[in-house]
């Protein structure tokens, strides 16, 4: 039991650093962008940091899962479609392609702390369906 709560406390510590270099990140979209690129200034830090956390989230989840025997909520299978959500929406604000407006990567961005938003508020909720 132990264990699954350390578990469940390092899931809910990164998902609190995802949401803090998201919106850090969110920044390089409206200050110093270059043409359609956001600022490069900090870029490696903070692709580290999105990339260490999503990572990390991935693997604490698997492992949490493993511990409680894949048994789950009916609200998490919308959890795990709102984090599919939210991926790909950063990976369209932050794609090196110049052919992406800076309209369309705010627009991604947007998306991407709506679906961190509703994931966080489905994880507090815990609705029961049906």
């Avoid at 903070?46 to 990572?55: E, K, P």
């Avoid at 299978?77 to 794609?95: D, R």
Wanted: no cysteine; aromatic share 10%.
């Amino acid at each position: 039991m132990e264990m699954q709560l350390t578990i469940k406390i390092v899931h809910m510590t990164i998902a609190l650093l995802l949401a803090v270099v998201i919106i850090a990140r969110g920044f390089t979209l409206f200050v110093g962008v270059q043409g359609n690129q956001p600022n490069p200034i900090a870029r490696k830090l903070f692709v580290m940091l999105q990339h260490l956390s999503m990572t990390m989230i991935i693997v604490t989840g698997i492992i949490a899962l493993f511990l409680k025997n894949f048994t789950v909520a009916p609200w998490f299978y919308a959890k795990i479609l709102l984090f599919v959500v939210l991926f790909s929406s950063l990976i369209k604000a932050y794609k090196k392609d110049d052919s992406i407006l800076l309209a369309q990567r705010r627009a991604g961005l947007a998306i991407a702390v709506v679906a961190l938003l509703a994931i966080m508020i489905l994880v507090l909720v815990k609705p029961t369906f049906g």
